[in-house]
């Protein structure tokens, strides 16, 4: 049999994408990047809606294996903006010429595993079909968009957009009725910008989420300098921490402290602002006495912020334990609601019942809108593998086998699908971690797996059975102890028939699971049965 037209064929050309290809090359082996996007990017292509920015400081969300590629770029701001991440996109892509290995504005369609011929079978939008023997999935796990689906929605007059694919020639919104729905982080980052363009803005609520200040600025080049001059260190130390992020350590037990210096500590955290103000008390993930007081505080921070005691009453976060679903960051949101322009609609009480041809229609109100906004979030962790059409030789999908919650072996790998790597898929820390480091050291581990594998003479790595169980069960028990396990949200499967709850990343940190890695790659690789 004729070998495969590559070795490896990668998914996607995001931050892990062109990882991957760059990673991969420079062991040796072909590489083909499929993207159905124009460009670069991934994500910071498509989430091109106004204010969307990192909610991770910049100089820890980028590359950081490269000491030149990190000195060279200078980031403007603290939280960079889509902008320039995809900028530095395009910089890495030029920089270690992974372009040329990536066919773009092409979709995966289909892709099959064949047995005999130890190979994936690839099949894209153009029709035809390319074969290698591993395939790389790094489509990312907040990739594939909910769709709106509200009713009358193609009778609507006006534009409306969703936040996840927003258009690349810009939505003109100055001087508009705008509406927007879905208040989770894209919908708070694009809800801030948008109330400074629009002559009125609806904002269409669900559930109140926290946000929490960025106190974005410009960036302190004196701080990445410093960082540059021991990028190994830096290394090291993001390996090592919970969230393969540096952010100000944890200060002790909420139980430890008196009020005043719980106080005086969630000052400080909110001084610093972003996501630090999850990681204050050792125990605010697991008891919920010690997360009341870190919820109470952004509590009433909001209402501080907030001018009208019935606005503040409706947008202040009281529906689940702060943490429990994504923090959002932001840059003067709650600001927005004192604005004259500005119109909360708490469709809990007042829900859509349908789109207009002139725009929304509650249950007690009609909104006249020229654009409408969509901020509804993604399918998590299946919805991109699934819409590719990824099927192993028995023709099953990957998630046909999770009907009651993910089973992988270490989040990169799941049994019946051999030669299939899913970047910080379930089972790994996934998007509880700095997402640009979590790819590297995913990618990493690949590589490292793959070449172990050939200098063996196999061509087929695969998880055993035992391993994925005693894994998942793992997962399970470090997640045991955890609030957020007990809140619906993406991270969290239910099964219906009993009501047992299944957290989909790793729960356990990444410094946890680095370690673990490291432990099943020096004992060579143990859980993956190589042929």
């Known amino acids: 049999m004729s070998p495969p037209d590559r070795d490896v064929i990668v998914i996607g050309a995001g931050m892990g994408g062109v990882y991957a290809a760059h990673r991969l090359m420079g062991q040796g082996l072909s590489v083909l990047g499929i993207e159905s996007a124009p460009e670069v990017g991934g994500v910071w292509y498509h ?3 106004p204010g969307a920015r990192v909610d991770l400081e910049s100089h820890y969300y980028c590359y950081l294996f490269d000491d030149d590629l990190y000195r060279e770029w200078k980031w403007s701001e603290r939280y960079a903006a889509q902008p320039e991440l995809l900028r530095y996109l395009k910089h890495f892509a030029d920089r270690f010429d992974v372009r040329r290995h990536f066919r773009f504005g092409t979709s995966v369609v289909g892709a099959r595993w064949d047995e005999d011929g130890r190979r994936w079978a690839v099949q894209t939008d153009a029709g035809d079909v390319v074969t290698a023997r591993f395939l790389v999935s790094t489509t990312g796990q907040l990739s594939k968009s909910r769709d709106p689906g509200f009713p009358g929605l193609d009778t609507f007059r006006g534009r409306w957009v969703q936040t996840s694919h927003w258009p690349q ?5 100055k001087g508009k009725k705008v509406g927007i729905v879905g208040t989770g982080s894209s919908g708070v980052q694009a809800a801030t910008a948008i109330a400074a363009q629009a002559e009125r803005l609806v904002v269409f609520q669900r559930t109140p989420n926290y946000s929490v200040p960025a106190h974005n600025g410009p960036a302190d080049h004196e701080l990445q300098a410093e960082l540059a001059g021991d990028l190994a260190t830096v290394r090291a130390k993001v390996a090592a921490a919970p969230a393969g992020n540096l952010t100000p350590a944890y200060a002790g037990r909420a139980a ?3 009020a005043k210096q719980r106080r005086d500590l969630l000052d400080e955290r909110w001084a610093f602002g972003g996501q630090p103000l999850l990681a204050l008390f050792t125990d605010q993930g697991t008891n919920l006495e010690a997360n009341r007081i870190v919820g109470d505080y952004v509590r009433a921070k909001v209402r501080e912020v907030v001018k009208d005691p019935e606005v503040a009453d409706r947008v202040v976060p009281d529906a689940y334990p702060i943490g429990t679903r994504r923090l959002c960051v932001d840059t003067g949101y709650y600001e927005i609601f004192n604005q004259d322009n500005v119109t909360l609609v708490d469709v809990r009480s007042d829900p859509i019942r349908r789109i207009t041809p002139g725009g929304i229609e509650t249950k007690d109100a009609s ?3 020229d654009v409408i906004v969509f901020a509804l979030g993604f399918e998590a962790f299946t919805g991109a593998l699934d819409q590719a059409g990824v099927r192993n030789a028995a023709g099953e999908l990957v ?6 919650g993910p089973e992988t072996y270490l989040g990169l790998m799941t049994a019946g ?11 790994s820390p996934s998007v509880l971690a700095n997402m640009n480091v979590h790819n590297v050291q995913h990618l990493d581990f690949v590589g490292d797996l793959i070449e172990h594998a050939r200098e063996r003479g196999a061509d087929r790595i695969e998880p055993t059975r035992r391993a994925q169980s005693e894994w998942t069960a793992h997962a399970a028990e470090v997640a045991g102890p955890l609030i957020r396990r007990q809140v619906d949200n993406y991270m969290v499967h239910v099964n219906k028939d009993d009501g047992s709850r299944v957290f989909l990343p790793y729960g356990g940190g990444f410094h946890q699971y680095v370690r673990r890695c490291a432990e099943v790659a020096t004992t060579g ?3 993956f049965d190589m042929r």
């Open 47 to 49: 989430n091109a809606y």
């Open 169 to 173: 020639d810009g939505v003109d919104l």
């Open 256 to 258: 430890d402290f008196s």
């Open 367 to 369: 909104h006249d809108l």
């Open 399 to 404: 998630s046909d086998g999770w009907q009651r």
């Open 417 to 427: 699908f051999p030669n299939l790597f899913l970047i910080t898929g379930p089972g």
């Open 525 to 527: 690789f143990r859980g």
